[in-house]
């Protein structure tokens, strides 16, 4: 198993795992000092590859590209700023916390205020309401036994335990988590189209309240394993970010899982 | 999400002399700093920044997707990740060169996939039979010492490593693809696109 999973590093730096592979590997990434050393490695051939391929775009890209830029707003700088959120399991009156201290942070909200607070705000609000409306975890039974990935263990574990809910869109989103393994899975079906160059993104909320990215879920039917401290999380977030991810939410969860 | 190691120990973050020329690494990497003035709404230097980096991206792309328009957009898209995202690129985490062709490359990939079934990947065809040993584009492309240096490193891997490296990384293909176009037994294509790539790492002299 861990034999096989060295082998993927190659793979890995190319882009060229499944979805499923790639967030295995990711996991096993954490834990294997060598394979990190050999990705850190493996990762300086690319650019020189990509050196045999150049070809100039049409000049008219440029002008376009740089016509756009002009009309784009850039993202604010990635600071650290605690307690992002009020943790998912507070009752619904602990939202109240986070935005009076927001308030005093910026006093009058123009639109400069960085969209991270904005969202955190939404995201208190939300994680109170989420926390009222999902309830407890229900067996879920599972079907397909086709292989043995570490998703796979966590979807057949004894002692899997399912959270549920429901995107706007009609799509859903659950969590499986096995307590033995200390892993949990995300599993999501119907979900509605991200849009060109986004994709959904998955994040813990720690005891604190803070989202810490658990892996992008990069598509709209299918599963991941979610990456990060899923023991200690309150909760599971998806929000829409940019396809190459984001170090913090940028928009409102589409869904949000209290995990009791 | 972008796994590279810090720089080598050295006082300034910001001196040119450490560039490493092999892989463009090193916190001195002029591109590193325009990075840094894209990050301040700084126009003229996300244009010099384009003009430096655009074959290469849109190169990549264009050899990932083979639609034109297509890669004309996802080029557009990636530049414009990078005017808005300039303030992420951590340059103790690795090239900047390296940040921009990992997001060009996943942003390509990522297009293919979604529309597998689609007219994308349509031409199976085309895909057995085109040409994987790297010469399609060498006109515009030996021009480049560095791209001559890589060609004759690609050279010294066996056949069917460079046609497994080259279809994974250039064609988008995943191992498992890979193995299905090689005629490979299913799991090997994964390790000799890993040997491949670690005997191409040894011989172009790339220092993590």
């Known amino acids: 198993m861990s034999d096989d999973l060295h082998s993927l590093s190659g793979a890995f730096v190319l882009d060229a795992l499944s979805d499923g592979e790639r967030a295995d590997f990711e996991v096993h990434l954490g834990r294997c000092e060598t394979c990190r050393d050999e990705v850190d490695s493996l990762r300086g051939v690319t650019p020189l590859l990509a050196e045999t391929v150049a070809v100039s775009p049409p000049p008219a890209l440029r002008a376009d590209i ?10 604010p700088p990635v600071v650290d700023e605690p307690a992002a959120a009020e943790p ?4 619904p009156v602990a939202a109240e916390p986070a935005v009076a201290q927001s308030d005093t942070e910026a006093p009058t909200e123009t639109n400069v205020v960085p969209l991270r607070r904005r969202v955190s705000r939404q995201w208190a609000a939300l994680a109170a309401a989420a926390a009222l409306v999902v309830g407890g975890g229900v067996t879920w039974q599972v079907v ?8 796979d263990q966590v979807l057949e574990a004894s002692d899997a335990q399912t959270w549920q809910a429901t995107t706007d869109d009609g799509g859903t989103v659950r969590v499986v988590r096995s307590d033995q393994m200390g892993k949990a899975v995300l599993r999501v079906e119907g979900l509605a189209d991200p849009g060109s160059g986004k994709a959904y993104q998955a994040w813990l909320q720690d005891s604190s309240g803070s989202m810490v990215s658990a892996g992008m879920m990069t598509t709209t039917d299918g599963e991941m394993l979610l990456e990060g401290d899923v023991e200690g999380a309150a909760g599971v977030g998806l929000t829409k970010e940019p396809a190459a991810g984001s170090p913090q939410p940028t928009s409102a969860p589409v869904a949000l899982i209290a995990l009791g | 999400m972008y796994l590279v190691p810090p720089p080598p120990d050295h006082d300034s973050p910001y001196d040119h002399s450490m560039v490493d020329r092999t892989s463009g690494r090193g916190a001195g990497e002029p591109l ?10 700084d126009e003229d230097a996300f244009a010099a920044l384009y003009d430096e980096t655009a074959p290469r ?20 898209e990636v530049y ?14 690795g090239s900047a060169i390296g940040w921009l062709l990992t997001m060009a490359h996943r942003r390509a990939v990522d297009r293919v996939r979604a529309s597998q079934s689609a007219t994308v990947r349509d031409d199976t065809w085309h895909a057995r039979s085109r040409d994987v040993a790297f010469d399609t584009t060498a ?12 060609r004759s490193a690609l050279d010294g891997l066996t056949q069917v490593q460079r046609e497994a490296v080259s279809l994974a990384y250039l064609g988008g293909y995943t191992h498992t693809e890979v193995a299905s176009l090689l005629d490979l037994p299913l799991g090997t294509a994964k390790t000799r696109i890993r040997d491949g790539l670690i005997r191409l790492r040894d011989q172009l002299g790339v220092t993590p």
């Open chain 1, 66 to 75: 740089m016509a756009a830029i002009r009309t784009t707003r850039q993202d």
């Open chain 1, 88 to 91: 998912v399991a507070a009752e």
């Open chain 1, 144 to 151: 397909e036994q086709a292989t043995t990935s570490i998703s």
């Open chain 2, 32 to 41: 590193a700093d325009r990075l840094r003035q894209v990050a301040k709404g």
């Open chain 2, 57 to 76: 991206v849109h190169g990549l792309i264009l050899r990932v997707l083979r639609n034109p328009s297509q890669s004309e957009e996802v080029t557009q």
């Open chain 2, 80 to 93: 414009l990740e990078v005017w808005r995202g300039a303030t992420r690129f951590d340059p103790s985490k």
């Open chain 2, 139 to 150: 006109e515009q492309a030996t021009a480049r010492i560095e791209a001559r240096r890589v």
